[in-house]
């Protein structure tokens, strides 16, 4: 069986089937595309030919060549869903990638910022032009609800209730409606008033934010925009689109939020994902015990 075929029943398997978000599919296709080409290049065997013992190889070969715990363990996720999908087919009458075990790795709690750092990355867009405005709005609205970055840049003009203060998110599995503080509806409300409508390439546009071609904001243009602000801002600490999400949860949790409400306004489906916010404030807690008791 070509790889080409397995390849493309896979993919059409994780959009129509497993309906998984665009990173994860693009991962996933990404991890077999190279399996393939592993095997194609050491034992020139198709990804079908493949049994647990070059799986294996293959594994350690990624590891030999530098390959983070977490690259690693998702690759090795990425081939058991695969080999498990051809077996549910019948493709193939054993799974291949069954043993396979994923690296262990350290498991790090998520960066936050202060809120003294969150103040100084909001002050940085000058509304003096249109940038400055959609910019502020931007880092306003990541950091008063939490949502991923995916979500923000989908987010339509259509999902704003400014009178009301809330946002609608539509995440992968369900829709959740997320309140906005008085800031956040300020910024937005200049923004979509006065700026928005400038921007646009067409009148018909429904996204939410643009970019300076007036099309949807792109993930990688709103990484280089935050970048861009925390250099302005000093901020030493390494931040990502995700930092403001982290510490919105921890932040919220810190000044008494409960953790079920806060599991809610992220759509986290499991709590225990949200549940990692609470070592990182009993984390920081101690932290200031031993800098600041004197018998620490």
């Known amino acids: 069986m070509p790889d080409s075929f397995c390849l493309e029943l896979f993919e059409q398997y994780l959009t129509d089937i497993k309906k998984v978000s665009d990173n994860t599919l693009s991962s996933y296709m990404r991890d077999i595309r190279q399996l393939s080409a592993w095997l194609r290049a050491h034992r020139r065997e198709g990804l079908a030919e493949a049994d647990s013992k070059l799986l294996h190889q293959y594994a350690a070969s990624?590891?030999?060549?530098?390959?983070s715990p977490a690259t690693v363990s998702r690759c090795i996720a990425s081939m058991k869903c695969f080999y498990g999908y051809l077996c549910a087919e019948g493709y193939l009458n054993e799974n291949p990638a069954l043993g396979l075990t994923p690296e262990k790795s350290e498991h790090k709690l998520p960066e936050i910022l202060t809120s003294r750092e969150v103040e100084l990355l909001l002050e940085q867009p000058q509304r003096v032009d249109m940038k400055g405005y959609r910019d502020k709005a931007m880092l306003e609205v990541l950091y008063a609800t939490g949502i991923r970055v995916s979500e923000l840049i989908a987010l339509d003009v259509s999902d704003v209730n400014l009178a009301a203060g809330i946002l609608r998110c539509?995440?992968?599995?369900?829709?959740?409606?997320?309140?906005?503080?008085?800031?956040?509806?300020?910024?937005?409300?200049?923004?979509i008033e006065f700026i928005r409508d400038q921007m646009?390439?067409?009148?018909?546009?429904?996204?939410?934010?643009?970019?300076?071609n007036g099309e949807?904001?792109?993930?990688?243009?709103?990484?280089?925009?935050?970048?861009?602000?925390?250099?302005?801002?000093?901020?030493?600490?390494?931040i990502t689109p995700h930092t403001l999400r982290h510490?919105?949860?921890?932040?919220?949790?810190?000044?008494?939020?409960?953790l079920r409400s806060i599991q809610e306004m992220l759509g986290h489906s499991d709590i225990s994902s949200t549940q990692v916010y609470s070592q990182v404030v009993k984390k920081q807690l101690k932290d200031v015990y031993n800098k600041a008791h004197p018998r620490a």
Do not use: C
Request: aromatic letters at 10%; glycine letters at 6%.
């Open 170 to 191: 539509r995440g992968k599995n369900k829709e959740r409606y997320i309140p906005l503080y008085p800031a956040a509806v300020q910024a937005l409300s200049e923004y």
């Open 216 to 238: 949807r904001m792109s993930r990688q243009g709103f990484w280089k925009l935050i970048k861009h602000y925390q250099q302005m801002a000093g901020i030493e600490k390494t």
């Open 62 to 67: 990624l590891k030999a060549d530098g390959k």
């Open 247 to 258: 510490s919105f949860a921890a932040h919220l949790l810190e000044n008494g939020a409960d």
């Open 200 to 212: 646009i390439a067409s009148p018909d546009e429904q996204a939410l934010f643009v970019n300076v």
